[in-house]
């Protein structure tokens, strides 16, 4: 412990669930610092959308914007990849949206917590996603939505093996899509934190892992906002088979 | 165990199960509130706005349309104001041309009426002096004659 000092590193620090308020013991009620910040990304979400667009101004405000591009980018995009039967499950996908975008978003803010690098978290949502997809497809297409796995387009004798890939390839998909978000979010947060570190440890020459950290977070604003993207994007395409399993 | 707050994390906390109860239990509230903001606040105002605003862009739309019609039976009127206008000078065109044709043909009839009866009048004073001449010419012939005879007798 005392060779750690000199050189004291610890980038998963920022990822411990905190109990807050109880104390030290965590219990499944504890009110802990990632429920914190799934408060504040509520606060964030409710300023932007209700607070931003209170006036219904016809020519948009800055916060009316933002609330406006978001909102009708995830409509489009719905519709681009879904079609207008998608748009039913326009507030469940918006709601997914901007949960992990303003998670993401804020975890970028000095000392915050990001609950979307919690594969707990992001586990959750995509099978959350992939288990409404799976009942909707079922409901949607009956025994129909089974031909997502047959593909008729292909040689008779490929099929079977199509079949296999397919199969695989659906149950993958919440895995990928979990780890995707959680594994983006916190290889981002650890690089700047492991930086962060060398900057601490070196006095004067800290420049150079400063300049780094500052390079690697504008690289991370980019990733937090396409990783947010990302997830939809999945979701909608995922939903479209759902929808239409006849490609 | 569950990491405390005064620890270093030990390898990965994401996969501290222990704390998974908790976080799902919290992800869950977070979800069904924010679902209920998104629901019953969010999309109503933002579809009210982008109504609204449709509305707006619908009606200004309509509008132009309205004046473009406006617009193009002011013209029509124009045109067939022009037209008429053209045609008038037409018609008022060609009556004064035939005016002055008919008052031409007139002038030239009365010129001509004027001319023959100067050419006749002429004609008789013509032959009235002729008349007149001959008769002078035997009344002085004759004048003569009688004078020729008186000195010829007279010389006899």
């Known amino acids: ?247 | 165990m569950a990491s405390t707050s005064d620890n270093s994390a030990v390898g990965m906390p994401q996969l501290d199960f222990s704390t998974f109860p908790n976080q799902i239990f919290w992800l869950v509230v977070f979800c069904v509130v924010l679902f209920a903001i998104v629901k019953f606040f969010i999309i109503p105002r933002m579809e009210d706005i982008f109504a609204n605003r449709r509305k707006i862009i619908d009606g200004n739309i309509a509008k132009a349309e309205e004046i473009r019609l406006r617009v193009n039976e002011i013209e029509k009127q124009i045109e067939e104001e022009l037209q008429k206008a053209k045609s008038q000078c037409d018609e008022i065109m060609s009556t004064s041309g035939n005016n002055i044709k008919e008052q031409m043909a007139l002038a030239l009839e009365d010129s001509k009426i004027a001319t023959t009866q100067l050419i006749s009048e002429a004609e008789g004073r013509l032959k009235e002096l002729r008349d007149g001449s001959e008769a002078a010419i035997e009344k002085i012939s004759e004048e003569l004659a009688s004078e020729i005879i008186s000195k010829i007798s007279r010389g006899k």
């Open chain 1, 1 to 247: 412990m005392e060779k750690q000092s000199a050189f004291n590193i610890h980038p998963m620090d920022q990822f411990i669930i905190d109990p807050i308020l109880t104390g030290d013991s965590l219990e499944w009620y504890s009110f802990t610092n990632q429920a914190l910040w799934m408060l504040i990304s509520l606060v964030s979400i409710s300023f932007v959308f209700i607070y931003g667009s209170r006036k219904h101004q016809l020519v948009p405000g800055r916060l009316q914007s933002i609330a406006e591009l978001l909102y009708f980018f995830i409509r489009d995009m719905i519709i681009d990849i879904a079609g207008q039967e998608g748009l039913r499950y326009f507030p469940y996908i918006f709601t997914l949206f901007i949960l992990i975008l303003f998670g993401n978003v804020l975890g970028l803010l000095p000392y915050s917590f990001t609950y979307t690098s919690h594969i707990a978290v992001t586990g959750f949502l995509a099978l959350s996603v992939f288990i409404a997809v799976t009942i909707i497809g079922f409901v949607k297409n009956g025994l129909g939505f089974l031909s997502l796995f047959w593909i008729s387009s292909a040689p008779l004798a490929l099929r079977p093996i199509l079949l296999i890939i397919e199969v695989i390839s659906y149950f993958v998909r919440p895995v990928s899509h979990s780890i995707r978000l959680a594994g983006n979010m916190m290889a981002g947060h650890a690089v700047i934190k492991v930086f962060a570190g060398f900057a601490g440890a070196l006095g004067l020459g800290a420049i150079a892992p400063i300049f780094a950290i500052t390079a690697v977070y504008g690289l991370e604003m980019l990733v937090v906002v396409i990783q947010a993207y990302v997830f939809t994007i999945l979701t909608c395409v995922y939903l479209n088979d759902a929808l239409h399993p006849g490609h």
